[in-house]
T-cell receptor, first 113, second 107 residues
Framework: DTEVTQTPKHLVMGMTNKKSLKCEQH?????MYWYKQKAKKPPELMFV???????INESVPSRFSPECPNSSLLNLHLHALQPEDSALYLC????????????FGDGTRLSIL | AQRVTQPEKLLSVFKGAPVELKCNYS??????LFWYVQYSRQRLQLLLR??SRESIKGFTADLNKGETSFHLKKPFAQEEDSAMYYC?????????FGQGTTLQVKP
């Protein structure tokens, strides 16, 4: 299995809802990433997990809460989001947190009402 | 400061014409450079990395440390090459993307 799988593909939520995005990989990669991508813009790094520990938080608002339950799974918990948080959220993984290529999932398209 | 610059937002060529997508970078150290491609309604995927020095789908890219450039080239563009192309720099594990260039290959 050489893919990064993200669920759900689409999510619409209100500003008071709580939801979670999920990401899974079975390539044995030990680094996993969350990115936010606005239309026609490059991905922006949000979080990096290395060996299931949070290594980087790019000053992301606390309404986004990442979690890495094990080496194959990465979650992004969402609470009290704002309309400007509507975007494509991408998960990626790489063998290690180093200068190796990252493998991206299809993303979750999030809309905040 | 780490930075990747792709000066063209849109590059439009006819099928069979040569293509060059420009990428310049700034990084104090030895970066790893990549080209990623995003076809319409598909995931972002790795096209090339500079250390492998291989040709994928007819594309090549050479790292020029003197000019701090990593331009992507293809001698004869095909319609299926139409996509968004991102140049990216990896420094200490973090991927830094350029703004992207949309390549449009007209029939």
């Amino acid at each position: 299995d050489t893919e990064v799988t993200q669920t759900p593909k689409h999510l619409v939520m209100g500003m008071t809802n709580k939801k979670s995005l999920k990401c899974e990989q079975h390539m044995g990669h030990r680094a996993m990433y969350w990115y936010k991508q606005k239309a026609k813009k490059p991905p922006e790094l949000m979080f990096v997990y290395s060996y299931e520990k949070l290594s980087i938080n790019e000053s992301v608002p606390s309404r986004f809460s990442p979690e890495c339950p094990n080496s194959s799974l990465l979650n992004l918990h969402l609470h009290a989001l704002q309309p400007e948080d509507s975007a494509l959220y991408l998960c990626a993984s790489s063998p290690l947190f180093s200068n190796q290529p990252q493998h991206f999932g299809d993303g979750t398209r999030l809309s905040i009402l | 400061a780490q930075r990747v610059t792709q000066p063209e937002k849109l590059l439009s060529v006819f099928k069979g014409a040569p293509v060059e997508l420009k990428c310049n970078y700034s990084y104090s150290g030895s970066p790893e450079l990549f080209w990623y491609v995003q076809y319409s309604r598909q995931r972002l995927q790795l096209l090339l990395r500079h250390i492998s020095r291989e040709s994928i789908k007819g594309f090549t890219a050479d790292l020029n440390k003197g000019e701090t450039s990593f331009h992507l080239k293809k001698p004869f563009a095909q319609e299926e090459d139409s996509a968004m192309y991102y140049c990216a720099l990896s420094g200490r594990g973090k991927l830094i993307f350029g703004q992207g260039t949309t390549l449009q290959v007209k029939p």
